[in-house]
């Protein structure tokens, strides 16, 4: 039987491939994809989060959400994904519709509509959709199965500010709702991703597939490199959301710990960082799975696997 799931993005070049890899992947159902604003505004990634289920040939509903964070003004990231939040090779303008539902709307009434524990939420940006939903509708919260989300980092700082990565950073206060929720949480830090590197060689791979899927992926991975490579002078590109749809796929591809995180709301200093108790200090309850090491070879063979398919 395949796994429920409900994609909550903003795409973002690494969020098409998380995408596409869900879509690709027989032991997920997709039931909607929800957009919410991060790394470009909600009208972008909306668009953008159509644009890729067309490309990949299927009918996955899509939704918008938040178009901004729950007490603060929106930081996006054009200078990582370019003006259009997916720049790479130019798509065409989206035929696929947007649901009238708001995204917020369509989360709570999914979850009532379901047994508890079926639906697995998978964040890639901020978590301002996921929060509002919890915030608005309390009763969903023990139904949720499962968060896998990409966000925080531990021994690897962060990339926005030395202690905060992005996805958290947008939104602290909806990461706090989302970290003190109680549900079962897994998290894929920077200390994760930034071990997830594409190789010229994959990408490459990519397109010598000589599919638009194969084509579109290696035209946003290179887009997406020259970004990392300046800034921290790797080789490739980290893969960040994809490592939240691997993980769903073959967990045995990830270590950590299961750990106590909280959200810093309240200094300006260290604003969003995740305090990743890795070492047990605090006496804190663990509520997070917190990952810190990925099988980079096996997840570039899965993603070349599927990816291949569509
Ligand atoms: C996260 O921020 C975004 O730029 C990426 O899509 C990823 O979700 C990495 O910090
Ligand atoms: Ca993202």
């Known amino acids: 039987m395949s796994r429920k799931i409900i994609i909550d993005t903003d795409p973002g070049q690494d969020d098409a491939v998380a995408i596409l890899l869900a879509l690709a992947s027989p032991e997920l159902e997709v039931l909607a994809l929800t957009a919410v604003a991060g790394n470009v505004p909600l009208p972008l990634t909306q668009k953008n989060t159509r644009q890729i289920v067309e490309l990949s ?23 990582v994904h370019g003006k259009t939040g997916l720049d790479g090779i130019p798509l065409p303008d989206p035929t696929y519709p947007l649901q009238p539902q708001h995204a917020v709307d369509y989360i709570i009434d999914t979850l009532r509509a379901h047994a508890p524990g079926t639906i697995t939420l998978c964040p890639l940006g901020p978590l301002t959709n996921i929060a509002t939903a919890f915030q608005r509708a309390p009763d969903i919260i023990p139904k949720v199965a499962e968060i ?31 970290f003190k929720s109680g549900v079962p949480l ?53 893969l960040h959301d994809p490592c939240v749809i691997a993980y769903l796929l073959e967990p045995s591809l990830f270590t950590g710990r299961h750990i106590n995180v909280e959200i810093e709301t309240g200094s300006e200093l260290t ?30 063979r899965l993603l070349t696997e ?3 398919s569509l």
Do not use: Q
Request: proline share 6%; hydrophobic share 40%.
């Open 57 to 79: 040939g299927l009918k996955t509903p899509v939704y918008a959400g938040c178009d901004a964070p729950l007490k603060r003004k929106l930081v996006t990231a054009e200078y």
């Open 148 to 178: 896998v989300l990409m966000g925080g980092g531990c021994f690897e700082g962060g990339n926005v500010t030395p202690a905060a990565e992005f996805n958290i950073y947008v939104d602290p206060e909806a990461a706090d709702i989302v």
């Open 186 to 238: 897994v998290v894929m830090p920077l200390d994760v991703t930034h071990k997830a590197l594409t190789s010229r060689a994959w990408v490459e791979g990519m397109r010598a597939l000589g599919t638009p899927v194969g084509t579109a992926v290696a035209s946003w991975t290179d887009f997406f490199e020259r970004f990392d490579t300046a800034k921290y002078g790797s080789d490739g590109a980290p």
């Open 271 to 300: 604003l969003g960082m995740t305090v990743a108790d890795w070492w047990r200090v605090s006496g804190r309850e663990p509520n997070a799975m917190f990952m810190g090491g990925v099988d980079r070879d096996g997840f570039y």
């Open 306 to 308: 599927r990816l291949g």
